[in-house]
């Protein structure tokens, strides 16, 4: 069973950035991450396949959303600039077998999340 472990997440000033982190358990997985907002359904916010080369985003936050990984410590980074209130939220790790693309769905594997909270 594949445990993913989130941490980071706090209280940031609108303008400010912030990144969150999610260790795996074991590697050679895909990589994302997902937020959900009070009273919303989850989002899909970004996602890196298993080598690192591939990567997917939701067009409203590519430019101010980044994200990273690092297999050495089968660890992924979501790094979050110029955050604004709406990105108030649960941040979630999600995981699922490697592919060769980033994919938004089909994660299997999910964390306990992380709050980031905005205010301003």
């Known amino acids: 069973q594949v445990q993913l472990v989130e941490s980071g997440g706090g209280l940031v000033q609108a303008g400010e950035s912030l990144s969150v982190s999610c260790a795996a358990s074991?590697?050679?997985?895909?990589m994302a991450w997902f937020r959900q907002a009070p009273g919303k359904v989850r989002q899909f916010v970004a996602a890196m396949n298993w080598i690192g080369d591939s990567t997917a985003y939701t067009d409203a936050l590519k430019g101010r959303f980044t994200i990273s990984r690092d297999n050495a410590k089968n660890t992924a980074y979501l790094q979050m600039k110029s955050l604004r209130p709406e990105d108030t939220a649960v941040y979630y790790c999600?995981?699922?077998?490697?592919?060769?693309?980033?994919?938004?769905?089909?994660?299997?594997?999910w964390g306990q999340g992380t709050q980031v909270t905005v205010s301003s």
């Open positions: 074991q590697g050679n997985l895909d």
């Open positions: 999600a995981a699922r077998r490697g592919s060769l693309y980033a994919k938004t769905d089909g994660y299997v594997y």
